[in-house]
């Protein structure tokens, strides 16, 4: 299937849920689109389908370098290594007490060292994790 509102855009990620999917392009641009069943696409109405991509980058406040996403839920990690996330909490995916869904973003909350950063995130399908590294080295 033909995307033409990517023509011209240069993808640098891929993150595919099991009803939306969010692209990163080179230029840190955030796209998504497919069902928003628990507000992964940022909006109120889970009802909604988008069956066109959007462009969601407004909606996360700092430039994104990775995207990944379980079954109902995204993370974005960000060039200041911050990990913020929207979608289903059902099973903590976003590390919130609450079992709810959150069509607005959550910043992930992670108990590291002073000298150490968040370098890279991962999602299965139910859960999120996050990998930890010096804040001072190419890892």
Not at 13 to 37: E, F, K, M
Not at 81 to 106: E, P
Not at 108 to 125: Q, W
Request: aromatic residues 8%.
């Amino acid at each position: 299937m033909k995307l033409d509102a990517l023509n011209g855009l240069k993808v640098k990620h891929v993150a595919i849920g099991r009803c939306s999917i969010h692209i990163l392009c080179d230029d840190g641009q955030v796209y998504g689109w497919g069902a928003n069943t628990y507000g992964q696409l940022f909006a109120e109405d889970l009802k909604l389908v988008q069956r066109n991509p959007v462009n969601l980058t407004s909606k996360i406040p700092e430039t994104v370098v990775k995207i990944e996403s379980g079954a109902f839920h995204t993370l974005f990690l960000t060039a200041n290594n911050k990990v913020f996330g929207i979608g289903d909490q059902s099973y903590g995916q976003l590390g919130t007490a609450a079992k709810q869904q959150f069509s607005t973003l959550t910043e992930l909350k992670f108990e590291t060292p002073s000298s150490e950063v968040i370098r890279d995130i991962s999602c299965g399908s139910l859960f999120s994790c996050a990998l930890v590294g010096p804040s001072d080295s190419d890892f």
